[in-house]
């Protein structure tokens, strides 16, 4: 069974960048898509963007559009986000998950722990 | 943008009871790719049903789900204990991908 592991807690001071790390372990990394989902505080759930590593092309929230770079290594099976320009709005837990293979929908079935990123 | 509405925000009941809890989309949601989530605190969310009304791995069955086009409903049967959390429902039709705002589950 696939285990999604994330790197851990960051602080940072706005206006900084964070770059987050999801490892891929015991299942096929390159055939879904694989997305960051974060978590505001008493918040709910927001979907970030998404890539497929056999594709390589992101896609992305149309508000987050400029701001998140996703990418992925296959040869180490680890998936990354970067978020720029932090506010204190982007204090968050943030979350990856796998979807779909390849551009078949499907429902976010395995999620990793989960990063707490906090702007201050 | 699939727009998803969850309705109560808050649900008090008591172990034993029945839980229903609603999910309405903005737009008809195609296939019915659409998910139910166990979320706890300080945990990740936990898929509990897709493609409407498919129990994931390891789910009870008193876990269930149903709906078509916009209007869809979670029911949790005879509560437990470890069944107060927050829910959400999530379309997986295609990018953006969007999720509910949440039911709390709490014990009355």
């Known amino acids: 069974q696939v285990q999604l592991v994330q790197s851990g807690a960051e602080v940072k001071k706005p206006g900084s960048s964070v770059k987050v790390s999801c490892k891929a372990s015991?299942?096929?990394?390159?055939?879904?898509?694989l997305h960051w989902v974060r978590q505001a505080p008493g918040r709910g759930l927001e979907w970030m963007g998404g890539?497929?590593?056999?594709?390589?092309?992101?896609d992305y929230a149309q508000r987050f559009q400029g701001s998140v770079t996703i990418s992925a290594d296959k040869s180490t099976a680890t998936l990354y986000m970067e978020l720029s320009s932090l506010g204190s709005e982007d204090t968050a837990v943030y979350y990856c998950?796998?979807?779909?293979?390849?551009?078949?929908?499907?429902?976010?079935?395995?999620w990793g722990q989960g990063t707490t990123v906090t702007v201050s | 943008e699939i727009v998803l509405t969850q309705s109560p925000g808050t649900l008090s009941l008591s172990p034993g009871e029945r839980a229903t809890l609603s999910c309405r989309a903005s737009q008809s949601v195609s296939s019915n790719y659409l998910a139910w989530f166990q979320q706890k605190p300080g945990q990740a969310p936990r898929l509990l049903i897709y493609d409407t009304s498919t129990r994931a791995t390891d789910i009870p069955d008193r876990f269930s789900g149903s709906g078509s086009g916009t209007d869809f409903t979670l029911t949790i049967d005879r509560l437990e204990p470890e069944d107060f959390a927050v829910y959400f429902c999530?379309?997986?039709?295609?990018?953006?991908?969007?999720f509910g705002q949440g039911t709390k589950l709490d014990i009355k």
């Open positions: 015991g299942g096929s990394f390159n055939m879904y898509a």
């Open positions: 999530h379309q997986y039709v295609g990018s953006p991908y969007t």
């Open positions: 998950t796998r979807g779909g293979r390849l551009l078949q929908p499907g429902a976010f079935d395995v």
């Open positions: 890539i497929i590593p056999m594709l390589g092309t992101a």
